[in-house]
């Protein structure tokens, strides 16, 4: 069995409006080649191959809300797909929070953005630059 390269098995968020919720993210991942992977009454579960994000509506029945000084990231396989991924998801009802770029204060190997949701959840689209991370951090290790 293939081992997964991860270090989360996978993260869930709460929706106060599941269907516009859906829709949303529906036309965001798909921009960081994630698409549906699993569904069941009032969860979706999105992923490239296994279920990774998951958007439902509270198991307890109460309303969802959103976590001071929490996001969630997104690995995007190029700067491109930040850009892309920042369009979709502003077109999408997204506020930004943070237009596509570097941020020094993360490392020279990073390029980002933030947005949040319709709900109000703060999402991240980060492309690392891993050859550059490896020359900076990794081969100094040795």
Not at 57 to 79: E, L, M, Q, R, Y
Not at 93 to 122: I, S
Request: proline fraction near 7%.
């Amino acid at each position: 069995m293939e081992e997964l390269n991860s270090v989360l098995s996978h993260v869930s968020i709460g929706t106060n409006n599941f269907e516009q919720s859906i829709a949303f993210y529906d036309a965001v991942l798909p921009t960081l080649g994630c698409q549906q992977i699993m569904t069941h009454p009032g969860a979706v579960a999105y992923g490239r191959d296994f279920p990774e994000f998951w958007v439902q509506t509270p198991i307890d029945g109460s309303s969802a809300s959103v976590g001071n000084g929490t996001h969630f990231g997104f690995v995007a396989p190029t700067k491109e797909a930040v850009h892309a991924f920042h369009e979709a998801a502003i077109a999408a009802g997204a506020t930004d929070e943070g237009a596509p770029g570097p941020r020094p204060d993360y490392g020279e190997p990073y390029y980002g953005c933030f947005v949040r949701d319709p709900d109000g959840h703060k999402i991240e689209a980060a492309y690392w630059d891993m050859e550059l991370m490896k020359q900076l951090y990794m081969d100094s290790q040795d």
